[in-house]
């Protein structure tokens, strides 16, 4: 039972929320051109002064450790880490997509009906790839975080990973990756789309708050984000 502050900069989304004893109590955000830079801290500042705290109340930060934005994923654990060495509190750190998913699959009226239902939030990593994992509606890894190329065959492979027969069984696919897949997904007919599903801080509480009860902590000096692939600068243009 803590007061935590949770930070998600993985994609375009800069969000914060702060959370008592698993409940939301604050929450800024905006989905907006990778403008964690400039917002962060402003947000952190905006969700204190919605609550009856002060930010030497706070008992731990969480932070979205990716996978995502190499940029966005820096300023969220610089920023967390930076919270987390001034007032000596423990860091935590949540999976992107696992929350993302969470987010999805408890939504009891629409997913609960059927058990046996699989999530796989995607978030875009460019090109035809994207950054993927597979859940199942008790928020358990099926099919563990990766890198995935989209072919004419991903949705079979899926299934193969996740070590499922049921050709009936019913995958959600939601984030900003599955939009560029789904006309190669959508072939299938247990594939089903969720549209409007962003990353946010305020679906981080019930993990982090498990973290801190689990006394799940980061070594905050060494602690880095879970970026998946090295990151690829783009070539500097040479003036002609």
Same mark, same amino acid.
């Given at each position: ?15 914060? +929320?702060?959370?008592? #004893? ?10 907006? #051109? ?11 500042? #905006? ?9 030497? #109340? ?54 609960? &009906? ?55 069984? &019913? ?28 990353? +946010? ?40």
């Amino acid at each position: 039972m803590a007061l935590i502050l949770n930070l998600e900069t993985s994609t375009t989304v800069c969000s914060v +929320s702060l959370a008592k #004893d698993g409940a939301l109590i604050g929450l800024k955000e905006i989905n907006g #051109d990778y403008s964690h830079s400039e917002n962060l801290t402003l947000f952190v500042e #905006d969700v204190m002064a919605q609550s009856a705290f002060k930010l030497s #109340d706070v008992e731990a930060v969480a932070v979205s450790k990716g996978p995502g934005s190499y940029t966005g994923l820096r300023i969220g654990v610089s920023t967390a880490k930076g919270l987390c060495y001034s007032l000596n509190i423990p860091l935590i750190a949540v999976n992107t997509l696992e929350h993302i998913a969470l987010s999805v699959s408890s939504n009891e009226q629409t997913f609960a &009906a059927n058990p046996s239902s699989l999530f796989c939030p995607m978030l875009d990593a460019r090109r035809m790839e994207v950054y993927c994992g597979v859940l199942d509606a008790g928020n358990n890894w099926v099919v563990p975080t990766s890198a995935e190329i989209i072919y004419e065959h991903f949705f079979s492979k899926l299934l193969a990973l996740a070590g499922r027969d049921n050709a009936e069984q &019913a995958v959600y696919f939601f984030g900003d990756g599955a939009e560029k897949c789904k006309e190669i997904l959508s072939q299938n007919k247990n594939a089903f789309f969720v549209n409007d599903v962003f990353p +946010s801080a305020k679906n981080m509480i019930t993990l982090s708050e498990k973290a801190f009860n689990n006394k799940q902590f980061e070594d905050t000096a060494y602690f880095e984000p879970f970026y998946l692939k090295d990151f690829m600068a783009g070539k500097k243009k040479t003036p002609k």
